[in-house]
C-alpha cells in the first residue's frame, strides 16, 4: 500500500495560473520535505516541515508556498508559475530529525508542466 | 562547491560485474548517509543507509564509509540489467553540526549494465 501519496500524478498549469500540488502521509512522520527535480538534476531541497516546524532553504523563491494543516498532509503553492518551474516535484517524510530516523520515503511525485 | 558529489557517469559495467560507485559530502558534520535508486521517471527508493566507518552489506549491495576522507561508497555486486539506473547519494546532518537536519541529494551516478 502507498505510504506517501502524491497527488495529481501530472499536472498541467498555464503561466502565471497559481497551482497546488498535494501529499499525504499514513506513516505518521513527523518531517515531511518537498523536493524539486528537474532532468538529471539532483532533488533540491525547496523546504521542510518538522511537525508544524516550517524550514524554508534560503535560495527558495517565494513564489513557492507551502502549508502543513496537519500530521497526514502537506501542500506545495506555487503563486505564478513560470517555465522554469516545470520539474518533478517529490514529496518525501522521515520519522524525525534524530540521527538514525532520517531516511525519506517518498511518495511517487508530481510531473508538473507549465505551458 | 557542492554539498553532495557524484560522478555523473554514465558507469558502464558488463552483467555479472562488480559496479562501484562513488560520493564525496563537504559538511564534516554530516551523520547518516543513504543510498537511493531512482529509474527513468520514477521517485528515488531507499537501497540502504550507513552511519558508522566501515562497510555494510545487504544481500549484493555494501555501503562503505569514510568519515575522515568524507567519503562515501556504494558496490553492487553481481549486476543486473534490471540494476540500470541512476543512484542518488544523500547526506543527513546529524544534531552535532548546527542548523536544521535536511537530507541533500547528490545528482546522482547512471549505471547502464548490459548483457
Known amino acids: 500500500d502507498a505510504m506517501v501519496i502524491q497527488n495529481p500524478r501530472y499536472q498541467v498549469t498555464q503561466f502565471g495560473k497559481p497551482v497546488t500540488l498535494s501529499c499525504s502521509q499514513t506513516?505518521?512522520?513527523?518531517?515531511m520535505y518537498w523536493y524539486q527535480q528537474k532532468s538529471s538534476q539532483a532533488p533540491k531541497l525547496l523546504f521542510h516541515y518538522y511537525d508544524k516546524d516550517f524550514n524554508n532553504e534560503a535560495d527558495t523563491p517565494d513564489n513557492f508556498q507551502s502549508r502543513r494543516p496537519n500530521t497526514s498532509f502537506c501542500f506545495l503553492d506555487i503563486r505564478s508559475p513560470g517555465l522554469g518551474d516545470a520539474a518533478m516535484y517529490l514529496c518525501a517524510t522521515s520519522r524525525d530529525s534524530s540521527l538514525r530516523n532520517t531516511e525519506a520515503f517518498f511518495g511517487q511525485g508530481t510531473r508538473l508542466t507549465v505551458v | 562547491q557542492k554539498e553532495v558529489e557524484q560522478n555523473s557517469g554514465p558507469l558502464s559495467v558488463p552483467e555479472g560485474a562488480i559496479a562501484s560507485l562513488n560520493c564525496t559530502y563537504s559538511?564534516?558534520?554530516?551523520?547518516?548517509f543513504f543510498w537511493y535508486r531512482q529509474y527513468s521517471g520514477k521517485s528515488p527508493e531507499l537501497i540502504m543507509f550507513i552511519y558508522s566507518n566501515g562497510d555494510k552489506e545487504d544481500g549484493r549491495f555494501t555501503a562503505q564509509l569514510n568519515k575522515a576522507s568524507q567519503y562515501v561508497s556504494l558496490l553492487i555486486r553481481d549486476s543486473q540489467p534490471s540494476d540500470s539506473a541512476t543512484y542518488l547519494c544523500a547526506v543527513n546532518r546529524g544534531l552535532y553540526s548546527g542548523g536544521y537536519n535536511k537530507l541533500i541529494f547528490g545528482a546522482g551516478t547512471r549505471l547502464a549494465v548490459h548483457p
Open positions: 559538511d564534516r558534520g554530516s551523520q547518516s
Open positions: 506513516l505518521n512522520h513527523n518531517v
